[in-house]
């Protein structure tokens, strides 16, 4: 069960890609950003709205644990900012693969961790997923993003190891916390982190000074984002579920924002990147394998 969740949330995964895409293009980023975060906060409210209603106002009324979650939300927010900047400016194929390998990170954390053991075909899956980042790091660069001459290729990394300690800090907190209530509040946090940050980067004159446009894309990246999470936080709460294996599923998102690279924006050098997207897409298929 838990496997078939993670992979219902690697397909919303990957259309919101696509929309986070085409919101980003010649747009205002943290406009973007902040929408995003309205937009999901809006659809998690009910949660909130009934938590307030019964007097519990989250979490039975435990401070302790809303700090938990505002401390989950700057993470997110972290990894979102890098990750928007980076691909607004970078080809959605090199992106993609890149946040693709946060699974290898996630595996080091949780084998650190939570104690977790893979078995040899788990090994297999995650050796290919290092020499798929090889392959990837060796394509940026011809297209320009090298790790000495491009900031975006930096912050898509941020926001790839901004990500992979969300990943863990998520199987922390859905060890004792509901997985809905976590949702629903660090979305409310979000927004308030989120106004806070640019009120205070306008204030000081460092906004981004892109125009912004409204598109109906926007609205769309909160929303299918908000159903992939849910089946990500109802996945982590089964018992059983490995984080590692989890993450590794969720990062095959990758194949639906990479056919939208190759085939609507005819991105370059597709046919090295279909090599390198084969050899992840391997190790995804390993990693389900052994994980039965």
């Excluded at 993609?96 to 699974?103: E, L, V, Y």
């Excluded at 394509?139 to 941020?158: N, P």
């Amino acid at each position: 069960m838990w496997i078939t969740l993670a992979v219902i949330s690697a397909l919303g995964l990957g259309v919101y890609d696509i929309f986070k895409k085409m919101s980003l293009r010649g747009n205002n980023v943290l406009t973007v950003l902040l929408l995003n975060t309205v937009v999901g906060a809006a659809l998690m409210s009910p949660v909130v709205v009934g938590n307030i209603l019964d007097g519990s106002w989250g979490f039975g009324g435990n401070a302790a644990s809303h700090l938990l979650i505002l401390l989950k939300s700057g993470i997110v927010l972290a990894s979102w900012t890098m990750g928007y900047f980076a691909m607004k400016h970078m080809p959605l194929t090199i992106t993609g693969s890149i946040n693709a390998t946060r699974p290898v990170l996630v595996l080091v954390g949780a084998l650190l961790i939570f104690g977790e053991r893979l078995n040899a075909l788990q090994w297999v899956g995650t050796v290919l997923g290092f020499v798929s980042l090889f392959l990837i790091s060796r394509i940026g660069r011809k297209e320009g993003f090298s790790l000495t001459g491009s900031k975006w290729i930096w912050l898509a990394m941020g926001a790839t190891v901004m990500g992979a300690v969300s990943g863990l800090y998520d199987k922390y907190l859905l060890r004792s916390l509901p997985a809905l209530e976590v949702q629903a509040w660090y979305s409310l946090y979000q927004v308030a982190i989120m106004g806070v940050t640019i009120a205070l980067l306008r204030r000081l004159g460092h906004a981004d000074g892109t125009p912004f446009q409204w598109r109906w894309t926007i609205p769309c990246i909160a929303i299918f984002l908000t159903a992939a999470d849910l089946a990500y936080f109802y996945c982590l709460s089964l018992p059983g579920a490995m984080i590692s294996v989890v993450s590794m599923i969720r990062r095959g998102s990758v194949l639906v924002s990479f056919l939208y690279g190759a085939v609507v924006l005819r991105e370059k050098h597709i046919g090295l990147k279909l090599i390198d997207l084969a050899i992840l897409l391997l190790a995804l298929v390993l990693l389900v394998v052994a994980s039965h």
